[in-house]
C-alpha cells in the first residue's frame, strides 16, 4: 500500500472513530431527553400568522394581515386570495395545499390558482378559484382547515395539492409576540409526551432537538441524526444561525422553545 493510499485509509478510520463515539456518546451518556414528537419550526412570513384555535391545527393565517415586504394581503376567511363572499354566482374551487399552494415567493396575480382562473375565465367559463395554501402544513392540517373554516364558503369543488413531505407530522409557525404561548410557558407547560425535565433544556438544546432539515438530507435521515449525532445537531445550530442571520440563539422569543402540542 503506497503512501497516500494508507493516508486515505487513516482519514477513513478517523473519521468512522469520530462519528462511533458521537454516536455513543450522544445515546449513553448525553442528558438531553428525546423529544417525542417530530414537528418542525417555520420561520417564514411570521406576521401573517397567528397561533389557531382548532386542535390539530397549530396555527393558521391571520386575517386581513399583510405582509409590507412581500405584499402578501390575507382575505378575512385567513386565505391568500382576493376578499370573498358566501354567497356565490359561480362555480367555486378551493385549493388546499402548503407553501407550494401559499407561493411566499410569487406575485399574487402569479399563483397558478390566479393564472388557472384566468385561463377559464378567457374560455367563457364561469369559475372562481380560491387559495387556501398555508406554508408548512400537512394533509391532516388541511383537512382540518376545511372543516374549521371554508366548508362555511360552500366550496363546489375540493383540490387538495400533494408534495412528497405532507405525510409528515406538521410544523409550529414562529409567532412573534404571541401572548397566548407566553402565558403557556409562564405556566410551565410543556408538550405532552416529553419528559419531566424537558421545561428545563436551555434555548440552544431545545432548538437542536427540534431543528428544521439543514442540509436536505430528508426528514426520516434528519431526525434520526439529531436523535444520535451531537455533531450534526451542532453543525445543523450553526446552519441554522447563518441562514436566518441569527447573531444570538438566545436571544430569540421564547415562545420558539416551548409549545403546547
Given at each position: 500500500m503506497n503512501e497516500k493510499m494508507k493516508k486515505i485509509s487513516y482519514l477513513i478510520y478517523l473519521t468512522a472513530l469520530i462519528f462511533l463515539a458521537d454516536f455513543v456518546y450522544t445515546n449513553y451518556f448525553e442528558k438531553l431527553p428525546r423529544l417525542q414528537t417530530e414537528i418542525y419550526l417555520q420561520m417564514l412570513n411570521p406576521s401573517l400568522h397567528q397561533r389557531a384555535q382548532a386542535e390539530g391545527l397549530f396555527y393558521e393565517l391571520r386575517p386581513n394581515a399583510v405582509n409590507q415586504t412581500d405584499n402578501v394581503p390575507i382575505n378575512a376567511y385567513g386565505m391568500r386570495d382576493k376578499a370573498v363572499s358566501p354567497k356565490k354566482d359561480r362555480f367555486r374551487v378551493l385549493v388546499l395545499g402548503d407553501s407550494i399552494t401559499f407561493g411566499p415567493e410569487v406575485k399574487s396575480e402569479e399563483l397558478f390558482t390566479e393564472v388557472a382562473e384566468r385561463i377559464l375565465d378567457g374560455k367563457g367559463r364561469k369559475v372562481e378559484i380560491l387559495n387556501a395554501g398555508v406554508c408548512g402544513y400537512n394533509t391532516k392540517q388541511e383537512y382540518i382547515a376545511l372543516r374549521e373554516h371554508y366548508l362555511k364558503l360552500k366550496p363546489d369543488l375540493v383540490i387538495f395539492t400533494y408534495c412528497t413531505d405532507d405525510m409528515s407530522d406538521?410544523?409550529?409557525?414562529?409567532?412573534?409576540?404571541?401572548?397566548?404561548?407566553?402565558?403557556?410557558?409562564?405556566?410551565?407547560?410543556?408538550?405532552?409526551?416529553?419528559?419531566?425535565?424537558?421545561?428545563?433544556?436551555?434555548?440552544?438544546?431545545?432548538?437542536?432537538?427540534?431543528?428544521?432539515?439543514?442540509?436536505?438530507?430528508?426528514?426520516?435521515?434528519?431526525?434520526?441524526?439529531l436523535g444520535n449525532s451531537g455533531i450534526y445537531r451542532a453543525l445543523s445550530l450553526l446552519r441554522f444561525k447563518q441562514?436566518?442571520?441569527?447573531?444570538?440563539?438566545?436571544?430569540?422569543?421564547?415562545?420558539l422553545f416551548s409549545y403546547d402540542y
Open positions: 406538521p410544523a409550529i409557525q414562529y409567532l412573534p409576540d404571541d401572548y397566548a404561548q407566553k402565558k403557556l410557558i409562564a405556566k410551565g407547560i410543556t408538550p405532552k409526551g416529553v419528559p419531566q425535565n424537558y421545561r428545563d433544556l436551555s434555548k440552544i438544546q431545545y432548538l437542536s432537538v427540534v431543528l428544521p432539515n439543514q442540509f436536505g438530507l430528508g426528514y426520516e435521515i434528519d431526525r434520526w441524526l441562514k436566518n442571520k441569527i447573531k444570538d440563539l438566545q436571544s430569540l422569543p421564547d415562545f
